[in-house]
């Protein structure tokens, strides 16, 4: 199996165990060096029939302790700058440590201010395919993860460092399941092959090797288990949080207008990742509908472009579209709040989304939100309490929505603040932390029993 795999390259020296300092995957090079001094050393190095007999024997598990105070290790590949996944990392390890737990980051690669979580670097000199990439990754991070009471991974390829460790070295597993976007909604041939690589990575590692699922959406669970048949009693539904302290109605956006020379016009926000799938597409559509109506409508498009965005820019055929439209680029994270108070509604026409951490954010500020009605968006945002959701890829009704709520501003204020109590209630970063220490003393009781 895959782990065994990853224990044998480490039994056979390809890395480095030495603790406290972050040294690399040796290439496969070091093992004719290695077999060289063995051959002079009086110890015959184990053959690789005795180390698989080795990974057979019964393993045995450490006796049941105290969950007050656990050390975790949460394992993300790459953290990247204002993504979902990152916020969501941040913000629970934050409430983690504050409950008196002592939480560390294993990742490749970190584009995001942790504030100051502690955080390890898993270098490794694997590279090219994604096969080699992420066997190198597990190899390492394997090595590096010592002494703790649980692994918390997040995507792929993490789940194979939390396979391997649960596996080999015995630490309970939690994965936190946010879902992949379908393949189909991606133009770009090689991201394309990338959610293949991990998707078949990953929900055959889900079956074995992981005590619990968390799943930020009742939508993904009933995916969990109607698509890829794992046991619903195996996963537990915690939705992210919002920061009350930071989103809320309070917050000021002239800033913000002042910048952008919007004055005093309605402001049509999409905040989120310029991907296909976040459908940035079919709100530049719905736009010539729009201004027909309401010709003084101005679009704040912020985000920073990753995938597939070549062709937003060409897609503004008139000049009145392009006077109308103003693309932000990377907003950073300080700004991010006052940039939902300098907007009048929120638009977010995503195709596929496993929660919506930032229709949320905009309620929490007080803002309606537009929004398409399928996967996990009926979840944050209540139909014509909090906002309106509209037909999957219909521009022309997202533009009606747009329209009839824009035609309307006390309707518009009086759904923003049911979004606010509504957020309030339903969507806690403390909540989400609470339940997730549970689910942690949920996944240790289990590994225990099967050991």
Request: proline share 6%; net charge positive.
């Amino acid at each position: 199996t895959y782990p065994q795999l990853i224990s044998v390259f480490l039994r056979f020296g390809l890395v480095d165990r030495e603790d406290g300092r972050d040294r690399a995957v040796r290439p496969l090079g070091h093992q004719k060096q290695w077999i060289s001094k063995a051959r002079s050393h009086p110890l015959k190095p184990p053959s690789l029939g005795s180390e698989l007999k080795r990974l057979h024997k019964p393993r045995i598990c450490h006796s049941t302790r105290e969950l007050d105070g656990l050390k975790i290790a949460i394992v993300r590949t790459t953290l990247h700058r204002g993504s979902g996944q990152a916020v969501h990392i941040k913000e629970i390890g934050r409430r983690l440590v504050q409950r008196g737990h002592e939480v560390t980051i294993f990742a490749r690669e970190v584009f995001e201010d942790l504030d100051s979580l502690p955080s390890r670097r898993v270098s490794s000199s694997f590279d090219g395919v994604p096969f080699i990439r992420h066997l190198g990754f597990t190899m390492k991070a394997g090595v590096l993860i010592q002494g703790y009471d649980l692994v918390h991974t997040q995507y792929h390829p993490d789940i194979f460092v939390g396979n391997y460790l649960h596996s080999i070295k015995n630490i309970p597993h939690v994965f936190t399941y946010h879902g992949f976007a379908p393949i189909r909604l991606w133009v770009n041939p090689m991201q394309k092959l990338k959610m293949i690589d991990h998707k078949a990575g990953t929900f055959p590692s889900l079956r074995a090797g992981v005590d619990q699922i968390i799943s930020v959406s009742e939508f993904l669970k009933n995916e969990l288990t109607s698509r890829f048949m794992i046991r619903p009693e195996k996963i537990q539904v915690i939705y992210n949080g919002v920061d009350p302290e930071r989103f809320r109605p309070e917050v000021n956006g002239e800033e913000m207008r002042k910048r952008y020379g919007l004055a005093h016009r309605p402001v049509v926000l999409f905040l989120g990742r310029l991907a296909p799938y976040k459908g940035i597409q079919y709100l530049i559509k719905a736009i010539p509908s729009i201004l027909k109506q309401i010709p003084e409508a101005i679009f704040l498009i912020a985000g920073s472009a990753r995938y597939d965005t070549a062709r937003i820019g060409s897609m503004l055929a008139t000049a009145s579209m392009r006077r109308a439209v103003i693309f932000t680029d990377f907003v950073p994270e300080s700004e991010v709040p006052k940039i939902y108070a300098a907007c009048d509604l929120f638009c977010y026409p995503s195709l596929w989304e496993g929660f919506g951490l930032t229709p949320a954010e905009a309620q929490a500020c007080g803002k309606p939100v537009v929004a398409f009605r399928h996967c996990a968006l009926p979840e944050v945002v209540a139909h014509g309490e909090t906002g309106i959701l509209v037909k999957p890829g219909d521009h022309e009704e997202l533009a009606n929505a747009v329209v009839e709520l824009l035609s309307d501003p006390a309707r518009m204020v009086e759904m923003g603040r049911r979004g606010h109590r509504r957020v309030k209630r339903l969507f806690s970063w403390d909540v989400a932390a609470d339940r997730t220490v549970s689910v942690y003393e949920r996944a240790i009781s289990i590994h225990g029993m099967q050991c």
